[in-house]
């Protein structure tokens, strides 16, 4: 199993000389890094705990706990991260909750500017799961950006507490039967923009927003969003 945790800025990275993790052949399927996690302290497979400046790009996460499944934990101020080109796995599951999601942030800290581009998302409770402090201080500038989402049971994205987020040009699609299901769920998430999205749930709530505040200087956008559903929720 691997368990990798990365603390504090590490000497001699910036954001012009970022640190890169990345498959030498640019095919994720040739680096696989793996994790069956059996508690909570012990729920990622990679953990930036007030890191800055890496990159993650073209690997393979599998997270394959019965009742823990996350592959990248952001925590303690973590900020300036890019996660790109890559595959989650999750396990298949019925049951809301966060310890299931493939990409997690804690609520304790804030972590921003966390760009997510490209990957593909199987299974799990979630897909991504964030969250900021509170609605005073939130996470800001955070990016979902190109993503495949399939087979997720509660979510594909969960935000809470977020200001200023994109969250853009994503497929999501599931079978889930979850009566509160969503493709995504945004709540507190204020000042962002939620566009060109094509997502397909077979019930409930295609998007969700809950409390999502812009202004008339400053607002948000929900927009050329595609959404099929079963359901009477859009």
Same mark, same amino acid.
């Given at each position: 199993? *691997? #368990?990798?945790? $990365?603390?504090? *800025? ?8 970022? &640190? ?12 696989? #890094?793996?994790? +069956? ?21 073209? &690997?393979?996460?599998? @997270? #394959?706990?019965? &009742?823990? /499944? ?10 300036? +991260? ?22 997690? !942030? ?14 593909? $998302?199987?299974?799990? !409770? ?7 402090? @509170?609605?005073? $201080?939130?996470? !800001?500038?955070?990016?979902? #950006? ?16 977020? @200001?200023?987020?994109? +969250?853009?040009?994503?497929?999501? %699609? ?5 009566? @509160?299901?969503?493709?995504? /769920?945004? %709540?507190?998430?204020? =000042?962002?923009?939620? *566009? ?14 809950? =409390? ?19 359901? !009477?929720? +859009?």
């Amino acid at each position: 199993d *691997t #368990l990798l945790t $990365f603390q504090n *800025t590490i000497t001699g990275i910036s954001p012009s000389n970022p &640190l890169i993790f990345q498959s030498a052949t640019g095919n994720p399927a040739d680096v696989i #890094l793996r994790n +069956i996690p059996t508690s909570y302290p012990n729920n990622y497979v990679i953990d930036l705990s007030g890191a800055k400046y890496i990159t993650f790009r073209n &690997l393979t996460f599998q @997270s #394959l706990g019965t &009742l823990y /499944s996350t592959c990248i934990l952001l925590r303690n101020n973590t900020r300036d +991260i890019k996660i790109e080109n890559n595959v989650f796995e999750g396990l298949t599951v019925t049951a809301w909750d966060s310890s299931r999601a493939l990409i997690r !942030s804690l609520k304790a800290t804030n972590e921003n500017y966390i760009t997510i581009n490209n990957n593909s $998302f199987i299974n799990a !409770s979630f897909g991504i799961y964030l969250e900021g402090m @509170s609605t005073t $201080f939130p996470e !800001s500038y955070n990016k979902i #950006l190109d993503n495949t989402f399939s087979n997720f049971y509660a979510a594909a994205v969960y935000t809470q507490n977020e @200001s200023y987020m994109n +969250i853009s040009n994503n497929v999501l %699609s599931t079978n889930t039967q979850y009566s @509160s299901g969503s493709g995504l /769920s945004l %709540s507190y998430t204020d =000042y962002s923009k939620i *566009t060109n999205n094509r997502i397909s749930v077979p019930k409930s709530y295609g998007i969700h927003l809950y =409390y999502c505040d812009g202004m008339f200087s400053n607002y948000g956008e929900v927009s050329n969003n595609f959404v099929l559903i079963n359901g !009477s929720n +859009i």
